[in-house]
């Protein structure tokens, strides 16, 4: 009796015990099977519905929403001196700003009035250059900023070069000003942090171009809503930097500072600012970085500087000036990022060494002073230190050299490059564009969505749905299809390479260290510069944009999935190859799986980096909302239609990057 | 043979006749963490809960409950416990660095509970100083800057304090390195300059949060002896916490132990060996070298009748180690005198008992 009661109770209990396994293990096979079935179910639709309901609208041609922006545009532009708003507000904005850029501009870039030179000539500025470099860093740096801004002069840029520098310079003291005194408060307040994070958040997802068309509504186009539009641009990291700065300066020394009675003032200044003093200057190093990229790209509306040669030679396809200026735009950001780099190490070697040369250095940096004073005086009396001398020779050396070298290619090597273009574009590109722009736009749209709540969860399929709608609502969606496919097929090649390079990266610490350098230097150059090379290569195409996008994108996904490899448990690995597993095993049932987490990551910032920069390709012939934003920047017509293209873009953002990081969440769960 | 009556060192002075007056007096605390945390000692209910229950019911933890003790002035008062006993967040509590739930923190007769920011900070500056398990020294300034930051709080001159964290510097024995960085020293050596920096105040009371727990076991000693000796020099009033048994023993003149933020037991050393309050305490003190810890006091029986009592004299405050030469060398059990007065005797038998008996049973 006891028995028959028994049984049939231990098989229940061990079936309710068991069923989590078998469960998810259907549930993951599923997942993937689901996603096949929607594609399955999309492409038998095509066949049937293709080029119905397909929402496209030719280059010329407008909606009412962006006859609306318009309107907005050109009431604004009517009422900007009337309107209160405008007259008490953003005109006293861009007026601060604007006399700020000036003020620098004059001071090293721009003739002054009553002079037909700025006030410091270039002796001056290189002078300081070194001076300051080597006072915030070591000799070392000092040489290479000595070496770097006489190189721009050679190249013939001067005065762009210090265009660009003035307002670099420029927006990051305004994103500073603002930035480091949020960001300390964020440290400090958990609300506050908690407030301020989801827009930091939002604000690193949008590609660097969407800040420009909203600006130039309120600031117009030129120097100052460039200026605000970089700051906007370059601050989150030193909020985010300095927050974290702040965060992590240990518990127990705050607590000791406490207990000895400090007032939270005596805290903050003689605790934790201190402490956190070298990842500030990191958090500066970043906002520098993203200032320079985003001043370069703000040529489109009209910055001046270096981006502006980029964009006329990359609209006139001369490669070869467009490369000059390239060059000297990785110049300026290969001395900018060492010499902050060097001024956050400083702080660690200085104190290490001995007083008596500490004294010196005292001594030392004073005469440094006085040379660079005279050097700028000189540079503010006499012609020969005030213009640089020559015409540029070594710069159209260069540019000549290229064109050359371009030439050669594009006559020798056309037939290797167009194969390789056109099998990729035939093969790969248009099919999935076809697949994308000619469905009926319903169809893609819940294709999108459910594939998003499969793959995230119900909550980024909402997301969603909800940019899908908004989508059709710019009016923009063939176009937007279109810089899907693109984006879409960038993101895979990113994906290859990034697992093949993070994964060899991730096993090999002797790999590790020869790459890892050249990918930090990549992540450090603006996004433009990448367009100039593939541009000689492969003409204007969006195929030139595609791969431009890859080389930029590709090394932060390197970096995520090697880290993320090498975040594989020793241990682990080593009871896999202890029980027999080949190397081919090893990464594909070990160590990939295990950083799960860390390739949905690099999917993710793949994507956010190969979209801002499908769009930037634009410039070279990539056409879609890139060209649309491009355009409506230019004329006065397609205004709207360019707002409606960049808000366009930030919706494609947005769904990209809610759909893959639910993805991460459950994969890292 | 006569000689060995007295000469037996006593092993620490048992503060008999210390000054009523506790510096520190600690009255029902309660330390609660969680939503509504100020509802539960006022509940006669909740209060009786354990720490698991109260956690289901209210979502609170308890990490320090109903904790009363004085602390002597001169007296070295020791905390222990295991971790998650609650005893970092008391010593926080005794200077409001975690504010506490409910009970009373007299020190020197004033409710530090009812002070307001400014006077404790006050308090925090002149009066309590403390020193941590991770040091917590500025990594950005030099070891004499370390020592002088809280005088330079205060706002005290350069020149000043400078003199004054130079002295501090020798005392714990750190001349030579007043120059270097922390990170340049070896653990021992910054929580040296941790010490220093809690001394350097001339507080009333130090307060130390296990600060040896980080270092090696030969360092850990050498700096117990040091706190000995600094206590010797000083005399200041310590409270010390520690989940450390033999470091608890070694330094403290009372121990309390904790659990479950509850007090077990609170009493000298050779109290809680001798006379342990529960299976916990017993548990804890088992592995004690008992020979150690035990006086005369905790051995010693009746006189009977038949017993010879023409032996040495011995005080009950004799640790049983150091008087086992003499009993076994006496002929007769040896007597333990008070003030004139027999207590009892000890002989061959009950001193074997505890030294012969000490690894087994306890």
Not at chain 1, 316 to 336: K, P, Q, R
Not at chain 1, 420 to 449: H, K, Y
Not at chain 1, 591 to 604: C, F, I
Request: proline share 5%; with cysteine.
């Amino acid at each position: 009796m006891t028995v028959a009661v028994r049984k049939p109770e231990k098989p229940e209990r061990t079936g309710t015990e068991e069923p989590p396994a078998p469960a998810r293990r259907v549930r993951t096979v599923s997942r993937s099977m689901v996603v096949a079935a929607i594609l399955l179910v999309w492409l038998l639709l095509f066949t049937v519905l293709r080029g119905k309901q397909t929402l496209s609208l030719a280059a010329a041609d407008l909606t009412d929403l962006h006859r609306w922006f318009n309107d907005v545009n050109d009431s604004v532009g009517a009422n900007r001196n009337s309107n209160p708003l405008f007259l008490y507000f953003f005109n006293e904005i861009r007026l601060v700003i604007d006399t700020l850029v000036t003020f620098v501009q004059e001071l090293i870039s721009q003739p002054t009035p009553g002079r037909p030179v700025p006030r410091i000539g270039w002796l001056g500025v290189v002078g300081i250059a070194g001076y300051v470099s080597w006072a915030v860093g070591n000799w070392r740096v000092a040489l290479l900023a000595v070496a770097g801004f006489t190189f721009l002069g050679l190249q013939g840029l001067w005065q762009e070069s210090m265009d660009t520098l003035a307002l670099t310079l420029s927006a990051v003291l305004v994103a500073l000003l603002f930035a480091l005194p949020l960001g300390v408060w964020a440290g400090l307040s958990d609300r506050v942090n908690r407030i301020v994070t989801p827009f930091l958040d939002f604000m690193q997802t949008m590609p660097t171009f969407v800040y420009l068309a909203p600006l130039t509504l309120f600031f117009l186009i030129g120097p100052a809503s460039a200026t605000i539009a970089t700051a906007i641009y370059a601050a989150p990291p030193a909020i985010r930097i300095t927050a974290h700065a702040i965060r992590s300066v240990p518990e127990t020394t705050v607590e000791a500072a406490d207990s000895m009675g400090a007032t939270r003032r005596q805290a903050l200044l003689k605790v934790l600012l201190p402490m956190s003093r070298r990842t500030v200057v990191m958090g500066v190093n970043q906002t520098i970085m993203a200032a320079l990229a985003m001043v370069t790209i703000a040529a489109l509306i009209d910055a001046p500087g270096l981006g502006k040669t980029v964009v006329q030679a990359l609209q006139s396809l001369d490669v070869g000036t467009a490369f000059n200026a390239g060059l000297a735009i990785v110049v300026m950001a290969i001395v900018l990022d060492r010499v902050t780099t060097a001024a956050s190490g400083r702080a660690e070697t200085a104190r290490g060494s001995a007083s008596p040369f500490l004294r010196w250095r005292r001594h030392l940096l004073a005469g440094g002073a006085v040379a660079a004073a005279v050097l700028v005086y000189l540079s503010h009396t006499y012609v020969w230190a005030a213009e640089f001398p020559g015409e540029g020779g070594v710069g159209s050396g260069i540019s000549k050299g290229t064109t050359d070298v371009t030439t050669w290619a594009q006559d020798n090597l056309a037939g290797l490059t167009n194969a390789f273009r056109d099998i990729l574009t035939n093969g790969l590109l248009n099919p999935f564009q076809t697949l994308l722009t000619d469905s009926p736009w319903w169809l893609v749209g819940a294709a999108l969505v459910a594939v998003g709540t499969v793959l995230g969860g119900w909550r980024a399929g909402a997301t969603a749905a909800v940019c899908v709608g908004l989508l059709v609502g710019t009016g923009v969606w063939s176009d937007a299809m279109t810089t899907l496919a693109s984006t879409a097929v960038a993101t895979v090649l990113v994906m290859l390479l990034g697992v093949v390079l993070g994964v060899w990266m991730g096993r090999s610490a002797l790999v590790d260290r020869l790459l890892r350098p050249s990918l930090d230097a990549a992540q450090v150059m603006p996004p433009f510069v990448y367009l100039v090379p593939f541009l000689a290569l492969f003409g204007a195409t969006r195929f030139t944009a595609i791969v431009a996008a890859v080389v930029y994108a590709a090394p932060v996904a390197v970096k995520i999935i090697a880290d993320g490899v090498r975040a594989v448990p020793g241990a682990t690995v080593e009871a896999a190859t202890s029980s027999g597993c080949s190397t081919w095993q090893l990464i594909t049932k070990v160590q990939l799986p295990m950083s799960r987490g860390a390739l949905t990551l690099a999917t993710n910032q793949g994507l956010i980096y190969v979209l801002s920069m499908v769009v930037v390709g634009g410039l070279v012939g990539a056409g879609a909302l890139g060209y649309d934003v491009v355009a409506g920047f230019s004329q006065g017509q397609l205004y709207g239609k360019g707002l409606a293209a960049g808000l366009a873009i930030v919706l494609l953002g947005i769904m990209f990057d809610r759909i893959t990081q639910a993805a991460a969440r459950r994969a890292g769960a | 043979m006569t000689p060995a009556t007295t000469e037996a060192p006593r092993r620490r002075d048992t503060p008999e006749d210390r000054a009523p007056t506790p510096v520190i007096s600690v009255r029902e605390l309660w330390k609660v963490f969680g939503p509504k945390a100020g509802q539960v000692p006022g509940s006669e209910e909740l209060r009786g809960l354990t720490r698991r229950e109260l956690m289901d019911r209210t979502g609170c933890t308890a990490a320090v409950r109903d904790v009363s003790f004085d602390v002597a002035p001169g007296e070295v008062f020791v905390v222990m416990g295991l971790s998650g006993s609650g005893k970092s967040t008391l010593v926080r509590c005794l200077t409001r660095l975690i504010e506490p739930t409910a009970g009373e923190i007299l020190f020197e007769g004033e409710d530090i509970r009812d002070a307001d920011a400014g006077r404790l900070r006050e308090l925090r500056r002149s009066k309590f100083s403390m020193v941590f398990q991770h040091f917590g020294l500025l990594p950005h300034r030099r070891v004499v800057d370390n020592v002088a930051f809280g005088l330079e709080i205060r706002g005290m001159s350069r020149a000043e304090r400078t003199r004054r964290a130079l002295e501090v510097v020798e005392l714990v024995g750190l001349s030579g390195y007043e120059s270097s960085y922390p990170d340049q020293l070896s653990g021992g050596m910054q929580q040296r300059v941790g010490l220093a920096r809690a001394l350097a105040g001339d507080p009333d009371v130090l307060l130390f949060d296990e600060p040896f727990s980080a270092l090696d076991p030969l360092i850990r000693r050498d700096m117990q002896n040091e706190v000995v000796r600094l206590h010797r020099e000083v005399g200041k009033t310590m409270v010390f916490i520690t989940h450390d048994l033999s470091e608890a023993l070694r330094l403290g003149d009372r121990i309390l132990i904790m659990r479950d933020g509850r007090t077990v037991q609170c009493g000298t050393g050779d109290e809680l060996v001798g006379a342990p309050a529960d299976d916990y305490v017993r548990d804890f003190v088992r592995d004690v070298p008992r020979g150690d810890v035990l006086t005369l006091r905790w051995i010693m029986r009746p006189a009977d009748p038949g017993d010879a009592l023409d032996g040495p004299e011995l005080g009950p405050d004799v640790v049983v180690k150091e008087a086992t030469r003499a009993v076994l060398a006496a002929e007769k059990p040896v007597k333990v005198v008070e003030n004139g007065k027999l207590l009892g005797i000890v002989g061959d038998e009950e001193i074997l008992a505890v030294v012969a008996g000490q690894e087994g049973d306890a």
